[in-house]
T-cell receptor, first 112, second 110 residues
Framework: DAGVIQSPRHEVTEMGQEVTLRCKPI?????LFWYRQTMMRGLELLIY????????DSGMPEDRFSAKMPNASFSTLKIQPSEPRDSAVYFC??????????FGNGTRLTVT | KNEVEQSPQNLTAQEGEFITINCSYS?????LHWLQQHPGGGIVSLFM?????KKHGRLIATINIQEKHSSLHITASHPRDSAVYIC????????????WGAGTKLIIKP
């Protein structure tokens, strides 16, 4: 299996633009997690899904952030409108049940 | 006080040395993760354990539930082991929220 695949690897955008991050979990995994990593706050869980259903989105910073999982093999994290403080590395991870997490390589987002 | 404390924060060692990274936590857990983050940023899950000891290659992870302490050991360390090692816990009430340690930055010099 290719592992968790995230795209793009890097995204540079201007403040106010819409940003969409994509994730393909490992086939057969039933949990999908979106994390954000910054120097100041470390790794934070934004939202997670179980069987494509959002379970806990309490980590989503504000209404500008939204996440969807239309099917078992694809999820998106959208920021609209983006702001400079959203600059971070965004990780997607998946797991089967409570097995260890498998992380994607992350998307480095820079909002200018 | 953080619920997960790692030590040391930074560690520099010579190739071949035996490395120990410690993780202490203050809450009940259902499982503990050790993860590795390379300079390029990618995160790899090394171990998830809830008791005893696990071994994979040169890596060994142990956990003492009574003492609320876990250690990650690297035998015969190599420069490619240079990375940030992160301890994270699942508490029974955390509902898949991981509580993260701050990480230990390990540099292995040739």
């Amino acid at each position: 299996d290719a592992g968790v695949i995230q795209s793009p690897r890097h995204e540079v955008t201007e403040m106010g633009q819409e940003v969409t991050l994509r994730c393909k979990p490992i086939s057969g995994h039933d949990y999908l997690f979106w994390y954000r990593q910054t120097m100041m706050r470390g790794l934070e869980l934004l939202i997670y899904f179980n069987n494509n259903v959002p379970i806990d989105d309490s980590g989503m910073p504000e209404d500008r952030f939204s996440a969807k999982m239309p099917n078992a093999s694809f999820s998106t994290l959208k920021i609209q409108p983006s702001e400079p403080r959203d600059s971070a590395v965004y990780f997607c991870a998946s797991s089967f049940g409570n097995s260890p997490l498998h992380f994607g390589n992350g998307t480095r987002l820079t909002v200018t | 006080k953080n619920e997960v404390e790692q030590s040391p924060q930074n560690l520099t060692a010579q190739e071949g040395e035996f490395i120990t990274i410690n993780c202490s936590y203050s809450v009940g857990i259902s499982a503990l993760h050790w993860l590795q983050q390379h300079p390029g940023g990618g995160i790899v899950s090394l171990f998830m354990l809830s008791s005893g000891k696990k071994k994979h290659g040169r890596l060994i992870a142990t956990i003492n539930i009574q003492e609320k302490h876990s250690s990650l050991h690297i035998t015969a360390s190599h420069p490619r082991d240079s990375a940030v090692y992160i301890c994270a816990i699942y508490s029974p009430d955390s509902n898949y929220q991981l509580i993260w340690g701050a990480g230990t930055k390990l540099i292995i010099k040739p």
